[in-house]
Antibody, heavy 126, light 110 residues
Framework: QVQLQESGPGLVKPSETLSLTCSVS?????????WGWIRQPPGKGLEWIGS???????YYNPSLKSRFAISVDTSKNQFSLKLNSVTAADTAVYYC???????????????????WGQGALVTVSP | QSALTQPASVSGSPGQSITISCTGT?????????VSWYQQHPGKAPKLMIY???KRPSGVSNRFSGSKSGYTASLTISGLQAEDEADYYC??????????FGGGTKLTVL
């Protein structure tokens, strides 16, 4: 059974860097799939942040400013999200996810999210 | 990229059928048969209900079905049950290795 679990601080100060890690069990990241991050501000809808292939190729939401960075550590079967210069608008539940895809490298076609983490609430506040 | 357009809310009585629409553009819904639908109960992670337009994952009731016409995808729930009350989100591949979600629809079972 594939399981994803987010971890990281629940409170971040404005202008600082948000760091989250997703630990994957039941499946080896290096075996395939894209792995991504999705966030949901309180009371609002879902927003895809970006994804990473096990080789390290990354894909980001073009509508978001380039404050995000996603990385993968196949030795720990984890992938991570960093968001710098956070503001109150970045307060949200952050989900990590597994994404079936076709293609790889420069461009992958992302199909859907089949597994989600339980979500981690990150609050940006002084 | 603007979010896919969904109605803010829909409602129906137990046993009835409802349909939730999801309208996009030629850059997303209209170009790919890669629309997925998610159910989200309060305080829970979303759950995949339909993928690649009309396919159901194992374990999802056949009361849920998906379709697409032009730039609009639809999720139909037949035989509405109380436990179907939740938020529903559509999602489409939007080219350039990107996913795009809809704004979400709150389903109320009367």
């Amino acid at each position: 059974q594939v399981q994803l679990q987010e971890s990281g601080p629940g409170l971040v100060k404005p202008s600082e860097t948000l760091s989250l890690t997703c630990s994957v069990s039941g499946y080896s990241i290096s075996s395939g799939y894209c792995w991504g991050w999705i966030r949901q501000p309180p009371g609002k809808g879902l927003e895809w942040i970006g994804s990473i292939y096990h080789s390290g190729s990354t894909y980001y939401n073009p509508s978001l400013k380039s404050r995000f960075a996603i990385s993968v550590d196949t030795s720990k079967n984890q992938f991570s999200l960093k968001l710098n210069s956070v503001t109150a608008a970045d307060t949200a539940v952050y989900y990590c996810a597994r994404i079936p895809h076709t293609g790889s490298g420069v461009q992958a076609t992302l199909h859907y999210v089949d597994y989600w983490g339980q979500g981690a609430l990150v609050t940006v506040s002084p | 990229q603007s979010a896919l357009t969904q109605p803010a809310s829909v409602s129906g009585s137990p046993g009835q059928s409802i349909t939730i629409s999801c309208t996009g553009t030629s850059s997303d819904v209209g170009s790919y048969d890669l629309v997925s639908w998610y159910q989200q109960h309060p305080g829970k992670a979303p759950k995949l209900m339909i993928y690649e337009g009309s396919k159901r994952p194992s374990g999802v009731s056949n009361r849920f079905s998906g379709s697409k016409s032009g730039y609009t995808a639809s999720l139909t729930i037949s035989g509405l049950q109380a436990e179907d009350e939740a938020d529903y989100y559509c999602c489409s591949y939007a080219g350039s290795s990107a996913l795009l979600f809809g704004g979400g629809t709150k389903l109320t079972v009367l």
